[in-house]
């Protein structure tokens, strides 16, 4: 799980406890696939865009310090990630936020795709055998 919260104060412990008091009540389930992510996504926010992509084992996080702070505090310890317009911190941290809200698990997809999570399996498992053997 993982949140984002912005607050303003007279000092800056006040501040930083404002901000995570928010943070913690805008808190949002994400699925991650052991190291990585399972699949790329990207999504925009203002003018800030963010893509995401799965990294293989020891690649590590390839990231702006804005991208990395919700990556990291999720526990991903390898992914690829590229962002587009605007630097803002704030814009760049929600639309990482975002693109991580967009990924499923293979029981989500299979849920909503009204079939057996077997079915699923199988054809993730044809998909990454022709993607090696190109």
Do not use: W
Not at 4 to 19: N, R, S
Not at 77 to 99: E, M
């Amino acid at each position: 799980m993982v949140g984002i919260g912005h607050a303003k104060a007279a000092e800056v412990v006040q501040a930083v406890k404002k901000a995570t008091e928010r943070a913690k009540k805008n808190m949002v389930k994400i699925s991650v696939k052991g190291r990585t992510i399972s699949h790329p996504v990207q999504a925009k926010y203002s003018a800030s865009k963010v893509i995401l992509k799965p990294a293989s084992s020891g690649t590590g996080i390839i990231a702006c310090q804005q991208v990395r702070a919700p990556i990291e505090a999720l526990g991903i310890q390898d992914i690829l990630t590229k962002s587009f317009g605007s630097r803002n911190p704030y814009n760049l941290a929600t639309a990482t936020i975002k693109a991580l809200m967009k990924l499923r698990t293979m029981e989500e997809i299979a849920r909503l795709r009204n079939k057996p999570i077997s079915q699923i399996i199988e054809k993730e498992k044809e998909y990454e055998e022709t993607e090696s053997n190109p």
